[in-house]
């Protein structure tokens, strides 16, 4: 089984869902570890990411899918099919929930470098407040349809 956490941006809760299903985030880490995640804030916009395997071997990836997760979706089914792969099953996974309402604009002054550290700041503060909601929601993922 193949399990494809999405996002608009595929950057951020995405990743951090990847991550915490993979077991790499436990607990609260570091800002430093936080930003030193090699997928974390780099938008690829249909770029399928490999992240790992969990307890049970499933794989797991990210992606960004814009305003486009039903076709790219269909897709994946598709590419699925034609590649004979029936054996394995993908799950997508919408983490859209988790994003945090400005995120463009918090992209955008990362790029600036004397605003880069205060949108870290507000970007590592929104992920302490969400990690528990993030948890608890791959955590129930993992009881339901694995």
Do not use: Q, W
């Not at 792969?85 to 918090?106: G, S």
């Not at 507000?122 to 990690?131: G, M, N, P």
Request: proline residues 1%; hydrophobic residues 40%; glycine residues 4%.
């Amino acid at each position: 089984m193949k399990v494809i956490y999405y996002s608009y941006y595929g950057c951020y809760s995405s990743v951090i869902a990847a991550y915490i299903h993979t077991k790499v985030i436990r607990d609260k880490v570091d800002k430093d570890v936080f930003f030193s995640i090699p997928e974390i804030l780099k938008t690829d916009y249909g770029e399928l990411k490999y992240i790992g395997i969990d307890e049970s071997y499933h794989e797991i990836y990210t992606i960004g899918m814009k305003n486009f997760s039903d076709n790219i979706k269909k897709t994946l089914e598709g590419l699925r099919k034609i590649f004979n792969m029936e054996y394995d099953k993908l799950i997508f996974v919408d983490t859209n929930k988790f994003e945090p309402k400005c995120m463009k604009l918090f992209l955008y002054l990362r790029k600036i470098s004397i605003f880069r550290n205060l949108a870290e700041c507000i970007l590592y503060y929104l992920f302490i407040k969400k990690l528990d909601g993030i948890k608890n929601f791959v955590l129930d993922l993992k009881l339901n349809y694995m």
